[in-house]
């Protein structure tokens, strides 16, 4: 399997422009021909006057009529050079003063007029006024808090709007935003959201001048975004993507850290930016219910030392154009319940990448939550779903670390998904590697959905030892546990492989490029169990139009046992070679089979280190063990 992923934006239209272009796709345009009275209207006193700013300063535009109790409604509308757009929330736009908290520097030319309403129904429509930014071609720092701006060495006190409460200080060296228990409601907001600068939080900077930005957070800060649309969304924080274009290696880092906390609710990404991303604090994102929308979209993604982060998320949870590192004493808990997208297909993946992910001295839980309810009612389909997918050769690595994917499908009557993976890579270098006491659990609980693999990956897998890999799969037609295309490594640890297809076709528990198991105490084995199928395979590379079978007296050479490791169930098992279907053929594989039946390979296989539970018994010999247990005997009697 191969995944893409679309080239990242090296320039994202700001809130304002691209909701222009969605707001004219349903507003036809009306140019700026102007709208006289019919004669009966509200006469117009004031007029609407140009008004020249330095963005990021804002402006407002007013009318007065000749008897203002007579009115019954002002209304707003704005164009924009391209399409007129009439207002339709905010607490200015319904009054005779319409207000821009702040401009930004893309902002174009806009044309304001007002429409008025007597209490009879008789309309007057205003001239224009024209909202110019005089220095769009200059580069500054803003912080735009929904719709305000703040300049370096400027504190805005939240309260002193209907925005919502708590202080946000931006430090005049232009790098440290401290967040003071900041409570942000996108309800309650002065203009229309169609052109506020943000929904939330953005830093916006149009190339960046310093390698890295911190938010530090005091005390506990929400951002609620209510607002959305199908088509577009701000994040609740935005670190704008013009800091860099995507192709530059020195993107800045943005850090979020301090005692305090962060919630975020609502928009089409929680947090978006092209900048590194890094979080040393406690952060939550939730999705604004049912509606489609991802956590974390970034360059590199870092949860540092006993960060602690949770997404719950109605698509990908962290989409890095980079690496994925947690590190020690992190902890991070991302759940994703996909919703359907506007067009085609759903195909979505917990955690996306073209790099590797690392996890060093942490805890990660990673779940996903398939609901047919989000799809069949709206004649969707859910394309694919993956808990962590590699675009290219990337790996995922483990060291003193816990992870854990689990992949659900809730009941349905009707298919309404296929393709599950737990992880998959895309890319011949793709692999996996556990160390230091590192664990591994993957479970696929998906009943009715077909195509469903624990783990696919084009590359090798190494687990070191005492580690634990654990990959557990229901699902429908063939199901697959582990596949890698390269080496199957494992020394001194404990895999465990449990398939199950609730349609009784093939399991395929562990199939491989090649196995080498080390194994030299009672306390580690590799079990793997594949009903109707084949436990364990080793592709050798050979392919044919018929099925190879069974070969008496073969040498193995792609299965390989060392130290102490032996095939230890089926007793008298064989490696030899086995035809299993292939993509137009068969391949020729190493498979292990129970000597009693060489029509098939063995379904159960256990690779262990054979000898007793009792080590003492070879030592002392059989008279000092029989004295032994005789003497545990008496002294259990007696204390009874």
């Keep these: 399997m191969h995944f893409t992923v679309s080239s990242f934006r090296s320039r994202k239209i700001p809130a304002f422009l691209t909701a222009f272009a969605i707001a004219a796709s349903s507003v036809s345009a009306m140019g700026i021909q102007p709208v006289h009275a019919d004669g009966e209207g509200p006469v117009i006193t004031v007029q609407p006057q140009d008004v020249e700013v330095k963005y990021p300063e804002g402006a407002s535009f007013h009318v007065e009529v000749a008897n203002p109790e007579d009115v019954a409604s002002y209304e707003w509308e704005v164009y924009d050079q391209n399409s007129t757009l009439k207002l339709t929330n905010g607490s200015t736009i319904y009054t005779d003063t319409l207000v821009f908290p702040a401009t930004a520097m893309d902002y174009p030319d806009l044309d304001c007029r007002c429409i008025i309403t007597d209490k009879n129904g008789n309309k007057t429509v205003s001239e224009y006024g024209t909202l110019y930014v005089t220095n769009k071609e200059e580069y500054k720092t803003v912080l735009y808090v929904g719709e305000y701006a703040v300049n370096p060495g400027e504190t805005f006190d939240i309260s002193t709007t209907a925005l919502g409460t708590g202080k946000v200080i931006f430090d005049k060296d232009g790098t440290n935003i401290t967040l003071d228990n900041i409570n942000i409601d996108t309800t309650n907001y002065v203009n229309d959201v169609l052109f506020a600068n943000s929904l939330g939080l953005m830093l916006y900077r149009r190339h960046s001048i310093e390698p890295e930005y911190y938010f530090h957070l005091v005390g506990k800060n929400v951002i609620k975004n209510t607002f959305y649309d199908p088509e577009y969304n701000a994040a609740g924080i935005e670190f704008n993507s013009f800091f860099a274009c995507s192709e530059d290696p020195n993107a800045p880092t943005v850090r979020i850290d301090g005692d305090g906390s962060l919630e975020m ?360 063990a029989i004295v032994l247990l005789a003497c545990l005997y008496f002294f259990k009697r007696k204390k009874a």
């Design 265 to 624: 609710y609502g928009g089409s990404n929680i947090i978006y930016s092209d900048a590194n991303i890094e979080i040393a604090a406690k952060v939550y994102g939730n999705s604004n219910s049912d509606i489609f929308s991802d956590g974390i979209t970034c360059r590199n993604f870092i949860l540092d030392s006993f960060g602690d982060l949770t997404l719950e998320v109605n698509g990908t949870g962290i989409f890095s154009h980079g690496d994925i590192r947690f590190l020690n004493g992190s902890k991070a808990n991302i759940t994703s319940r996909p919703a359907r997208v506007s067009v085609g297909a759903t195909t979505k993946n917990i955690l996306y990448l073209p790099g590797s992910v690392y996890l060093n001295g942490a805890e990660v839980n990673i779940k996903g939550i398939a609901d047919p309810e989000r799809f069949l009612p709206y004649e969707r389909y859910l394309a694919t779903f993956c808990g962590i997918a590699m675009e290219n050769d990337g790996g995922v690595n483990l060291d003193k670390s816990k992870l854990t994917i689990d992949i659900e499908a809730l009941p349905s009557e009707e298919q309404f998904a296929v393709n599950f993976n737990g992880l998959v890579g895309g890319e011949d270098g793709s692999y996996l590697n556990l160390t230091n006491d590192s664990v591994l659990h993957i479970n696929m609980n998906a009943p009715g959905i077909l195509g469903t693999a624990g783990i696919y990956l084009p590359g090798a897998i190494t687990v070191e030892k005492d580690c634990g890999l654990t990959v557990n799969v229901l699902a429908s037609g063939e199901v697959f546990g582990i596949q890698c295309d390269k080496e199957f490594n494992v020394t001194d640890a404990n895999v465990n492989v449990e398939l199950k297809s609730d349609t009784d076709e093939a399991a395929y528990g562990i199939a491989t490029g090649g196995t080498q198991i080390i194994l030299n105490a009672p306390v580690y084995s590799v079990h793997s169990i594949a009903p109707n199928g084949v436990a364990f395979a080793a592709d050798t590379g050979e392919r044919g139009e018929e099925a190879s079978a069974y070969e008496k007296d073969y040498t193995a050479s792609f299965i390989k046992l060392g130290g102490k490791a032996a095939v230890t169930s089926p007793r008298k098992s064989e490696i030899s070679v086995c035809g299993i279907p292939g993509y137009g053929s068969f391949i020729k594989a190493e498979v292990i089979y129970d000597s009693a039946d060489t029509t098939k390979p063995a379904t159960d296989v256990l690779i262990g280190v054979p000898g007793s539970s009792v080590p003492i018994l070879p030592i002392v010999g059989v008279g000092a």
